[in-house]
Antibody
Framework: EVQLVESGGGLVKPGSSLKLSCVAS????????MHWIRQAPKKGLEWIAL????????YYADSVKGRFTISRDNSKNTLYLEMNSLRSEDTAMYYC???????WGQGVMVTVSS | DVVLTQTPSILSATIGQSVSISCRSS???????????LYWFLQRPGQSPQRLIY???NLGSGVPNRFSGSGSGTDFTLKISGVEAEDLGVYYC?????????FGSGTKLEIK
């Protein structure tokens, strides 16, 4: 059974940093690209980052470029999202998803507020 | 970025009724590899999105066959043939042909 479990969210102040993790199981993690997608409260879905299976390519939405970094450790079956210079508009549920977007995690909440 | 326009934004249906949701793209979603990377998702209240349809018309694993997808180029449709109570939630289309991937604004399906 494919499972994606996010962690690392919480309440932080504007300008702070946070690192999210997504632990994968039930499939060959090292063979798949992975996404981070977020959803602000009561809003729609926003794609924010993609990393290739071998970390050779990374892509970001303009809204997070230069502040967020996607990475992975295939030996640990884990995807990461390092978030710096957080803003109130980054408040959202953050989901990790397999490249084919057929499996999603349960999401982790990030709240940026003073 | 590619803009996906979903209509309607709210849909009210009775059990057993057939309904359709439209997703129109600001650019053709036909990729140079011949595929059209258009997906449909359902997000039930309090849950993560679930992929229903991939590559315009292919049913996801475990998805009931009352769901179907069609379209080409810039115009796409999700049809539910016989709405059931468990179908309530918000439906999103998503394109991954052009970087960055983008989502439609969503269609909320309410059960009368």
């Amino acid at each position: 059974e494919v499972q994606l479990v996010e962690s690392g969210g919480g309440l932080v102040k504007p300008g702070s940093s946070l690192k999210l993790s997504c632990v994968a199981s039930g499939f060959t993690f090292s063979s798949y690209g992975m996404h981070w997608i977020r959803q602000a409260p009561k809003k729609g879905l926003e794609w924010i980052a993609l990393i290739y299976y071998d970390s050779s390519n990374k892509y970001y939405a303009d809204s997070v470029k230069g502040r967020f970094t996607i990475s992975r450790d295939n030996s640990k079956n884990t995807l990461y999202l390092e978030m710096n210079s957080l803003r109130s508009e980054d408040t959202a549920m953050y989901y990790c998803s397999i490249g084919s977007v057929d499996y999603w995690g349960q999401g982790v909440m990030v709240t940026v507020s003073s | 970025d590619v803009v996906l326009t979903q209509t309607p934004s709210i849909l009210s249906a009775t059990i057993g009724q057939s309904v359709s949701i439209s997703c129109r793209s600001s650019q053709s979603l036909l990729d140079s590899d011949g595929n059209t990377y258009l997906y449909w998702f359902l997000q039930r209240p309090g849950q993560s999105p679930q992929r229903l349809i991939y590559l315009v018309s292919n049913l996801g694993s475990g998805v009931p066959n009352r769901f179907s997808g069609s379209g080409s180029g810039t115009d796409f449709t999700l049809k539910i043939s016989g709405v059931e109570a468990e179908d309530l939630g918000v439906y999103y289309c998503m394109q991954a042909t052009h970087a960055p991937p983008t989502f439609g604004s969503g269609t909320k399906l309410e059960i009368k």
